[in-house]
Nanobody, 115 residues
Framework: QVQLVESGGGLVQAGGSLRLSCAAS????????MGWFRQTPGKEREFVAR???????YYADSVKGRFTISKPNAKNTVYLQMNSLKPEDTAVYYC?????????WGQGTQVTVSS
């Protein structure tokens, strides 16, 4: 089993920055993809960013140039650096892991951007 634990959410002003963390534990893996999704009340979960073990990254058009996802470090932690935050970035952010034909999700962390 794999457990994903997110942290780093909070309240920031428009134009500010925030860094989210996702720590994976419980199983060793090599070929994988990790990413972030977000969801607001009444809307479907939206793709934000993704990174493969190779280092290739993918971003939603709405966050390109503002968000950066990191490659997992020695502690199996992935970061999402969010800069130039906008009120429309407000959502619950979820970490996602895909490997071995399975998909895993974290519990979510709230990000609120005030204007």
């Amino acid at each position: 089993q794999v457990q994903l634990v997110e942290s780093g959410g909070g309240l920031v002003q428009a134009g500010g920055s925030l860094r989210l963390s996702c720590a994976a534990s419980g199983r060793t893996f090599s070929f994988y993809a990790m990413g972030w999704f977000r969801q607001t009340p009444g809307k479907e979960r939206e793709f934000v960013a993704r990174i493969r073990w190779s280092g290739d990254t993918y971003y939603a058009d709405s966050v390109k140039g503002r968000f950066t996802i990191s490659k997992p470090n020695a502690k199996n932690t992935v970061y999402l650096q969010m800069n130039s935050l906008k009120p429309e970035d407000t959502a619950v952010y979820y970490c996602n892991l895909e490997f071995g034909g399975s998909s895993w999700w974290g519990q979510g962390t709230q990000v609120t951007v005030s204007s």
